[in-house]
């Protein structure tokens, strides 16, 4: 009965009917303006969420409850939540409406929760992450949050901790953090790293999007701002001691902490870092060290990493990478190609890889996999 404008009096009709009821399994009252007197210009009145809260514990069948976007007040929106932890009633989360306290209840019930695009934070994720680690009904297997804000330290430690903790959850999806101007990728990927490494459960990561690559400057050094970047001669990077230099001299410290993390991961099968600027050799290398000595994953994406700048060195990445997969013999699938995905399977009988745009990197790194096909 969602989005039929019930107000206080409807829902109170309703609740009035309902109460007793043993045979309704599932309720969506979503988008009644349960807690107006009236749906235009309406007024407070929270009779109709007074009388639906308390017809709930007399539905002994009744599991799942959407009572999102109904204009109620956050001290009895709180009330109701407690109201669902004690009937152990099931939430329905689909609603893009839904409040994120209601959606964090619900993580005690729902085998599947999505908390995409809604701007949380490190301290949503601290939340979040509360609740995952005590989540001992065991219900909660695949927890997706991707287009958020988390792309900080903090928010790293705090999901590291989450999957330190864990031992239920198999699917995690934190992609596309990036775009905001805290974003910290490479110290996030660092902090997640320890998690990772701790974790014995999470079958599939996906952490594309998130910038883990960028370099980090080493202690001593800093990049000149106002160094003239038309300039094809220009050496921004300045040591303490005076020296400069045109190079960058940071290394991509977020993949290769997350290299290492997943080398002796016993567990996880499916990684997708795509688009995350990968394209350099010390990444490369850091991949390939990961895959000579992981035994475990069966799928691997890379591709979108090329931003067509003049850091990319996508041969260099490929060459490193392919001496990983040389090594691996487990790898199923792996997508790749700095422009295009492009996707070669070891049970394959046959791949069209035409218009792809894949390059002298897509080139190698295809022909590495190639011996694989079966």
């Given at each position: 009965m969602s989005t039929n404008d019930l107000c206080a009096a409807g829902t109170k009709a309703l609740a009035e009917a309902l109460r007793g009821n043993s045979i309704m399994k599932e309720l969506s009252l979503a988008g009644n303006k349960m807690g107006l007197d009236k749906a235009w210009r309406g007024t407070t009145n929270m009779s109709g969420v007074m009388a639906i809260s308390n017809a709930i514990p007399t539905m002994g069948a009744l599991y799942s409850l959407d009572i999102s976007d109904n204009r109620v007040p956050d001290g009895q929106a709180q009330e109701i939540d407690k109201l669902i932890r004690r009937n152990r009633l099931r939430p329905i989360t689909q609603d893009s409406e839904k409040s994120f306290s209601e959606l964090v209840v619900a993580l005690g019930w729902v085998s599947s929760l999505d908390l995409s695009s809604r701007f949380l934070d490190h301290e949503d994720a601290s939340v979040v992450a509360e609740y995952v680690k005590n989540n001992r009904s065991g219900a909660l297997v695949k927890l997706v949050m991707k287009d958020n804000a988390m792309l900080t330290k903090e928010a790293g430690k705090a999901l590291a901790d989450m999957l330190a903790a864990n031992s239920i959850l198999k699917e995690l999806d934190?992609?596309?953090?990036?775009?905001?101007?805290?974003?910290?990728?490479?110290?996030?990927?660092?902090?997640?790293?320890?998690?990772?490494?701790?974790?014995?459960?999470?079958?599939?990561?996906?952490?594309s999007g998130n910038n883990i690559s960028a370099l980090v400057l080493p202690q001593g050094w800093v990049e000149d701002s106002d160094a003239?970047?038309?300039?094809?001669?220009?050496?921004?990077?300045?040591?303490?001691?005076?020296?400069?230099?045109?190079?960058?001299?940071g290394k991509p410290e977020g993949v290769i902490a997350l290299a290492d993390a997943i080398k002796n991961n016993g567990v996880l099968v499916s990684?997708?870092?795509?688009?995350?600027?990968?394209?350099?050799?010390?990444?490369?290398?850091?991949?390939?060290?990961?895959?000579?000595?992981?035994?475990?994953?069966?799928?691997?994406?890379?591709?979108?990493?090329?931003?067509?700048?003049?850091?990319?060195?996508?041969?260099?990445?490929?060459?490193?990478?392919?001496?990983?997969?040389?090594?691996?013999?487990?790898?199923?699938?792996?997508?790749?190609?700095?422009?295009?995905?492009?996707?070669?399977?070891?049970?394959?009988?046959k791949v069209d890889l035409s218009g792809k745009e894949l390059g002298a990197s897509g080139a190698i790194i295809a022909a590495a996999f190639l011996p694989k096909c079966r």
């Open positions: 934190i992609s596309d953090q990036a775009g905001y101007r805290h974003d910290d990728g490479p110290g996030f990927a660092k902090e997640l790293a320890a998690g990772v490494t701790a974790n014995s459960a999470v079958t599939s990561l996906k952490i003239d970047s038309s300039d094809d001669e220009a050496e921004p990077f300045i040591h303490e001691d005076g020296r400069r230099q045109k190079a960058h001299p990684l997708i870092m795509s688009a995350n600027a990968l394209l350099s050799k010390e990444a490369g290398k850091a991949l390939a060290g990961m895959l000579a000595a992981n035994s475990v994953l069966t799928e691997l994406d890379v591709s979108d990493n090329g931003y067509d700048s003049d850091e990319d060195d996508g041969p260099g990445f490929a060459q490193e990478l392919a001496v990983g997969l040389g090594a691996n013999g487990a790898l199923e699938t792996i997508t790749f190609g700095d422009k295009q995905a492009a996707m070669m399977k070891t049970d394959m009988t």
